[in-house]
Each structure stands twice: as C-alpha cells, then as structure tokens.
C-alpha cells in the first residue's frame, strides 16, 4: 500500500503533521508535489482539486488507489490505525481526535499571529495589526493552549498524550514545540519551562529512530517564512 | 438514552450546529447550561471542565454516560450514525467530516472578522482592524467558501451535499446561510444569487418539520452580539 501525499512542496506547512505519522511509521509514501520537481508538482496538485465529484477545499490531501481525504485532522484519524499510531477503540480515537481538532485550532491561532486581517494580504501589508496579535497571543493565547495540553498530559501519567503508547498526537505537539521555538525563540526562552511535560515529549519524539533520521535528511523542509511558524523578530517578546 | 448539550446559554455560537442536529433528529438531549438557570448553567459546564483526565479545551462538548465528546465536528462525527445523519461506511462518513472541517474553517474566518487581533479582546477594541478584515473576508473568502460549497452540492445532483439523502452537513450549511444573511445583509443580497444551490438547500432545511419547529420555539436563541455571526453595519458593504 502506497500513500500519496500532496501538500506544498517548500513548505513545512499543515503537511507536516501529516509526514511526521508518515516517518515515523516507515509508511510507503510519496510526497507528490516534491518528487514531481517544483513547478509541474504544484500542478498536478492543484489539477486533482479542480476534478471529480469530491475535491479537497485545500491541501493537504493524501490519496490511497482511488480515495481522496484531505483535512489534517481528517487524514491524521483515517492513517491512525494503519500506522499504528492510534489505538484502536472508538473511545480512544475519538478523543484522539479531539485532542489534534484542538492542535488545529492552535495551528490557525499561530498562522493568524502573521496574518491577523486575511491569508489574502502579505504580511508586509499587516504588520501593524501583526504586532497586535502577536502580544495577544504570547500573553493568553499560547499560555492556554500549551497549559491544557500540559494538563493532559501530566493526566495521563506524562509520557505520552494518550498514555503509555506514542500516538500521532503526540507527533504533532513535536511540531508544534519545533516550530514555535523557530517562530519566537525569546518568548519560547521565557515560557517553555512553565510547560516541562510537553518539552519533554518534544524531546522523547526527536529521538525515536525515524524521526531522527527524517529529521536529519532532505526530506525535511526547513522552517521559513512561507509556512505556519514564521521566525519575524518585531513579533517576538 | 439522553444526551446532555454543555454550551454557552445564550449565544448559538458552535453548539448550534450541534443543537440542529439534535433537534431535526428528534432526539432526547439536555441543554444543560440553558436548563439550569444562567449563572448555575455556566458554572456547571466550566466546573467539568476542570475535572477529570480528559476535559473538553472548550466549549461545546456532549456527554452521554460517562463518555464526554468535545470539538464540534468531533461531535457531528460522533452522532451522525446514531441520529442517522451520515451514510454510515466509512468512506462516507470520512467524507462528510471533511465537509464539516471545511465548514470549521469557515465559522473561524467568519469569528475572526469581528475578532482579527485577538478574541482576548473586545470588538470595540479592534474596529479598525474588523473593518479591513471585513473587506478582505466579502471579496475573497466568502466566495471561495461559497463556491466551493456550491460545487460539492451540484456535483453530488444538488439535493444534498452527500447526494439524495439529509446529513448533519447540510443542517450546518443552513445555519451558514442564515448567520451570513444576518451578520451581512448587503453582501448577502448582492452576492447569494451565485450560490443558488446552497440558498435553496437552506430553504429545503427550514422546512423540514422538526426545523421549522424548532426555529419557532423559544429553543432558538435569537443571533446577536455575542456570537460568531454578529451585525455590525459597518463591517458589511
């Protein structure tokens, strides 16, 4: 069984959550739109969203023989048992589930921080506005967010989000720990010590195997200022 | 079996696209906060929230025995089967989720025209910034939502979005629909002739009859201020 992926291939981005389950399971994959070389890969991508009866609003989407799922979230519950990175119970994927819908809602908070009045507008053209949120969201919003999941966590014994086995969830909260160290390395400097639990995750994840060895390869994409974790100083404490 | 809705009592807000489903369904459920006076309603609701190992991060969750369903397409998902709103294979159901992430979406961008800088603040607080985030979201967003919306309907033969059958999606799609004629009356009246599949699906939903019931019913909490889809004249064209 081989996944295809499609996602922007110079960007991290939301696909990220989607290739750390991929890599850390060793899953058969092909990232579409990057081994397709850079131009004709955004349109083969963009080609499959203007076609068929159920076309994704937006990648990412991964395609398996003739199924289309897209939506992060989506992917990430549909991939979870495959990859063994889910348990099996309904229960247990529902609240899964509900832990990573929150992880993408976090996600939408940290794109808003740069683009505060439309993903339409360079940042260039809301900068002002930028620096608004960007206070807001060091002060209550990044503090909320990362307490809950540090609560969760210690809930469930602190090592994983779910309890003793790795889930995608926890991938994700990795992510999440990378890329706001990369986006505000100050305020990270100051806050991440409040939430020990998950820095911890985000360091038991980094050394699992395969995500050290994707980590290490070309196939991670560097943190830049195209993605969701964007490193603008005037917008760090 | 009872199901007990923990929502904010007095905005619709996300826990409407839940409550319409209960409520076309027919089904035996609890408003818990409205039903237990306004200021005990609340703190009933927050209260769960603080206890136990794996509280909702936010409003609307669902309790039914002693499962609690938090994130309201997590929610849908969960219920679309019981309350025979989805299709029930797994390919279907998938796909209605997907829809229904996508109207998630939505309902952020559409909060966050109010909200751009931070919904820590007040909207009195941030006008300026509304008022082009308004711009943005009439011109670019909203038709891309709504036309996207619109091509999913027709292509699955315009009944509804999961073709000849009623899902939890199309009663989202409706409440869509009439928060946008209520927040954005002029662009609503200028713009709604593109979409003439989605207005008309939402007419086919307000008359369904446990709709059209609940509607009248003082159930129904009116839209206002408080809520995502709010009227500020200024923000409209």
Chains 1, 2 share one sequence.
């Not at 076609?51 to 990430?76: E, K, S, W």
């Not at 967010?145 to 609560?151: K, N, P, R, T």
Request: charged share 20%; aromatic share 12%; with cysteine.
């Amino acid at each position: 069984m081989q996944y295809e992926l499609f996602y922007w291939p110079s960007i991290q981005g939301r696909g990220e959550f989607v290739r750390l389950a991929l890599e850390d399971a060793g899953a058969d994959y092909i990232d579409v739109a990057r081994e397709s070389g850079p131009a004709q890969g955004i349109e083969v991508m963009v080609a499959l969203m203007d076609q068929g009866d159920r076309p994704p609003f937006a990648p990412p989407f991964l395609r398996v023989d003739d199924l289309i799922v897209a939506q992060t979230a989506n992917i990430l519950f549909f991939l979870g048992p495959a990859l063994d990175l889910v348990p099996t119970g309904e229960t247990e994927r529902l609240w899964a589930h509900q832990l990573q819908l929150t992880v993408t809602d976090f996600v939408a908070e940290i794109h808003n921080v740069h683009h505060p009045l439309s993903a339409e507008l360079y940042y260039e053209d809301q900068t002002a506005a930028a620096a608004e949120a960007a206070t807001c969201f060091l002060e209550a919003r990044m503090p909320r967010f990362m307490g809950y999941f540090e609560s969760v966590l210690q809930a469930a014994g602190g090592h994983y989000l779910l309890g003793e086995s790795l889930s995608y969830v926890d991938l994700s909260i990795f992510q999440l720990i990378a890329g706001l160290r990369y986006a505000f390395p100050n305020a990270m400097a100051r806050d991440e010590g409040l939430y020990p639990g998950v820095v911890a995750l985000h360091d038991r994840v980094a050394l699992r195997p395969n995500i050290a060895a994707y980590l290490a390869s070309k196939r991670r994409i560097a943190f830049n200022e195209e993605g969701i974790f964007r490193h603008y100083p005037e917008l760090d404490i």
